[in-house]
């Protein structure tokens, strides 16, 4: 993160607008995302409140399952899903900005400096000669036959009737057995005390959305259930420029990238879809579409950015929150309750 | 060879006797300037790890070198060490006692001792790495059977109980006699707790039946649960999807490798003993070459669990696989890896076999290289399988800070120090399964 820090000074104000702009996208996208999600209310529309595993923590979610009572009674339950499409993954580099899905979430969930939830990783290869690299992002998978979840001696992280893998900080011992278990590295551990905005950190804790973080606890990607159920979109979706990221419900078979709606099975059968080490038989609830990002126009060749990534937090908590900052106070479906009584 | 004979003229049996309780009863009343200074440093050591865990609680484990691709480094590690060497009172006491091996007894109460402070200090150790230890009694309150870490505190605290009722009951006699030897006038208190501890024993028939009983069923329970210790201690790497983890034999294997460097451990403890409280007369070379012998068995298992782990790797090699085996049979962990193969394994097997070496100062530092051997190996099987990327990243590094390295050479001071104090506390040798065997003339 030193790196990070004197990369931005030493490039000064070019990064500054840079990183001004896309702070304004990650606004525009946002909300924009959440009104989407309403149009996609046909096929996304929220029945039944969702019941988090841990009744101590379902609290928010009668607030989050809201359309109980219009929505047609049905004891079918959401089976989250996530499509990443490749073909249009370029790392951002084409923007010339960090990876937005990464960026998106990390603004959004809070996510303590370092850890990247959901994380694009490079991988050269030379076919042809000379190509730009595969760059793959990676959310949790939430796996249907979890080994985090296997491995946990206290339950602390579970799945919920939707399929999702949760994590309970206010139970973890913080063993890290899952983050060891992980085949595809995607826990995270608070090794210090994570720093947040103060009104994320004075918030009540939440399961869903994992905040406040607390010292000594494992976090990952929520896949932003709380969103879902509210008809949004999860943040790496809303951030990513090119579409590239469909979330959706098998049970229903539907998803959509907030530009389209599209059949689900179809999405994943018909472009050959497959998953990340199929063969450990993890069962993850996260498909790629094959791709090397080239439906994204390569005009420029940039550097892949991921370097540039920002956990603003840090300045965020010496400074009054100003006006530019995104809290969630500027999303009607944000996730941290207090955030609005704070704006 | 020449030690085994008893230079002085042969004393009656009573006479030997007396001279053996004798021996065996000073350490508790003598208190020389050597173990008082040696007891302090160690005191001192334990109590700057336990400073430096107090540094860790207050800042979090962002103190040490941990990160999150390598979340476990040192801890782990020591953990897996120490539990290992626990392994050795139960392996020498209770399988030579089942077996009935005579020469065993001078060794087994030292060897229980060592068991106890191990098991104490390696049980510490998963206490330490823990995230959040003000919540260790969710384990309790929510463990799950289904994790190998619930296994794993079941099995070390089941082999504690274990092996403090099988410590204490071939005890009984012994502290009776110390009840009985210790002059009330000038140890008031101990005498009582003695009294106390003795338990009433009079060494009337019905006691000596029931004693023998006892013992007999502990020695074989406890041989069970010795063994499921470090089988579910390896679990805990084995049931994870990890390179170089992820193998079938890691249970026998971590077994074979805890009674390898519990036994080296036991030599090393016998010959401190042996010097700080004059027992020359008691431990004899002899007992070193039969432990030798034991020794010498369970490395060369040892070295062949080991072959064919890493052969069964290298000749399907995964991509991953020859990643692993790369660093460390050439790459960033070769000198690590190497230091354990030579100066841990083929040295010391070496030492042990060849017949210029068999002797006190050759089997010692066999046993020295293999304990340093063991732990530099229970580093290598721990870190290397979490360094190596398993999404297209770089190696992780991983290098121990000094918060790390204080606590774990403060488990080596407390270990130490709890086996001198033991050793102060209650008699090292058990007289009277020693007094019998002498009667018998098996010693």
Same mark, same amino acid.
């Given at each position: ?36 999600g309403t149009l996609a209310g046909a096929g996304l529309g929220v029945w ?91 959310? !949790? ?6 080994? !985090? ?38 826990? @995270? @551990? ?30 990952? !990607? ?28 098998? /049970? ?21 879809? @497959? ?15 094959p791709g090397s990002g080239e439906t994204v126009p390569r005009t420029h060749?940039? /550097? @892949? ?35 609005? /009584?704070?704006? | ?144 059977? #289904? ?59 019905? #006691? ?111 991509? #991953? ?33 060849l017949p210029w070496t068999r002797n006190v100062p050759g089997i010692v ?24 990327? #398993? ?53």
């Amino acid at each position: 993160m030193v790196d990070l820090r004197d990369h931005l000074d030493r490039t000064g104000g070019a990064t500054l607008d840079q990183r001004e702009l896309t702070r304004r996208r990650f606004l525009n996208r946002i909300v924009g995302g959440a009104a989407l999600g309403t149009l996609a209310g046909a096929g996304l529309g929220v029945w039944g409140g969702t019941a988090v595993a841990d009744e101590d923590h379902d609290a928010g979610a009668d607030e989050m399952g809201h359309g109980s009572e219009e929505g047609p009674t049905s004891t079918r339950v959401r089976r989250w899903a996530m499509v990443v499409d490749l073909r249009r993954c370029d790392g951002c580099v084409e923007n010339g900005t960090p990876p937005q899905c990464t960026q998106f979430c990390n603004w959004g969930r809070f996510v303590p400096e370092g850890q990247q939830w959901m994380e694009v990783v490079e991988q050269p290869h030379d076919d042809p000669p000379g190509a730009p690299p595969h760059t793959m992002p990676l959310p !949790c998978f939430q796996c249907e036959n979890a080994p !985090c979840v296997n491995v946990c001696p206290v339950g602390a992280t579970f799945h919920t009737p939707e399929g999702t893998v949760l994590i309970d900080q206010e139970r973890c011992i913080g063993c890290r057995l899952c983050i060891a278990a992980c085949p595809y590295d995607r826990r @995270f @551990f608070n090794w210090d005390e994570p720093v947040q905005p103060d009104w994320v950190q004075d918030s009540p804790y939440d399961v869903r959305t994992q905040t406040p973080a607390m010292r000594g606890t494992v976090m990952k !990607c929520d896949f932003c259930t709380d969103r879902l159920e509210a008809g949004g979109l999860p943040f790496c979706a809303n951030g990513c420029p090119w579409g590239a990221l469909y979330f959706g419900d098998l /049970e229903e078979d539907i998803a959509t990238n907030g530009r389209e709606i599209v059949k689900l099975s179809e999405l994943i059968h018909e472009q050959g879809a @497959f998953r990340y080490k199929e063969e450990l038989g993890t069962e993850p609830r996260v498909w790629f579409i094959p791709g090397s990002g080239e439906t994204v126009p390569r005009t420029h060749h940039r /550097e @892949f950015m991921k370097d540039r990534l920002e956990w603003p937090w840090e300045e965020w908590s010496t400074e009054p929150a100003g006006p530019t900052a995104p809290g969630p106070a500027a999303d009607g479906h944000a996730e941290v309750g207090s955030g609005s /009584e704070h704006g | 060879m020449a030690q085994l004979v008893q230079a002085e003229a042969v004393p009656s049996a009573d006479e030997r006797r007396l001279r053996m309780e004798e021996a065996v009863l000073a350490p508790l009343t003598r208190t020389g300037p050597g173990y008082v200074a040696l007891m302090a440093l160690m005191l001192a050591v334990f109590a700057w790890g336990v400073y430096a865990w107090t540094v860790q609680l207050r800042r979090g484990l962002a103190v040490t070198g941990l990160s999150d691709p390598v979340p476990w480094g040192f801890y782990i590690t020591n953990f897996v060490f120490w539990i290992g060497v626990s392994h050795a009172g139960t392996f020498i006491s209770a399988v030579l006692r089942v077996g009935n091996v005579g020469w065993r007894t001078p060794v087994v109460r030292m060897a229980e001792f060592m068991t106890i402070a191990a098991l104490l200090m390696g049980g510490w150790m998963p206490l330490v790495d823990l995230g959040r230890p003000d919540r260790l009694l969710n384990l309790l309150n929510y463990g799950r059977f #289904q994790s190998a870490i619930v296994w794993d505190l079941l099995a070390i605290t089941t082999y504690l109980t274990g092996s403090l009722i099988y410590l204490y009951l071939p005890l009984i006699p012994d502290l009776a006699l110390a009840r009985d030897r210790l002059d009330p006038a000038s140890h008031p208190l101990r005498r009582r707790l003695y009294a106390v501890l003795a338990v009433g024993w009079h060494g009337n028939e019905e #006691q000596w039946r029931r004693l023998a009983r006892g013992i007999r069923i502990m020695c074989v329970l406890i041989i069970g649960v010795m063994v499921s210790v470090h089988t579910v201690v390896s679990w805990i790497f084995g049931m994870t999807l990890r390179t170089g983890w992820h193998s079938t034999i890691f249970g026998p294997y971590f077994v074979v490798g805890a009674i390898w460097s519990g036994i080296a451990a036991v030599i090393v403890g016998m010959v401190v003993f042996r010097r700080v409280f004059h027992l020359q007369g008691i431990i004899t070379p002899r007992h070193f070459v039969h432990l030798a012998n034991l020794l010498l068995v369970a490395g060369l298992v040892y070295a062949y669990l080991t072959f064919s782990e890493y052969l069964t790797i290298a000749y399907k090699l995964e991509p #991953q696989d020859a990643d692993l085996l790369n660093a460390l049979f050439l790459g960033s962990y070769a000198p690590l890896f190497w230091t354990y193969g030579v100066a841990g394994m083929l040295v010391p097997l070496l030492l042990l076999a060849l017949p210029w070496t068999r002797n006190v100062p050759g089997i010692v530092a066999a046993s020295v290289l293999v304990n340093v051997g063991m732990w530099i190996k229970r580093y290598v099987i721990t870190v290397p399988s979490l360094a190596l990327p #398993q999404i297209p990243e770089g190696w992780a590094a991983y290098a121990p800070t000094w918060i790390e390295i204080s606590i774990v050479a403060a488990t080596f001071a407390g270990f130490a120090f709890l086996v001198g104090l033991m050793a102060k506390a209650v008699p090292l040798i058990p007289t009277w399964e020693l007094a019998e065997q002498m009667e018998a003339g098996a010693e």
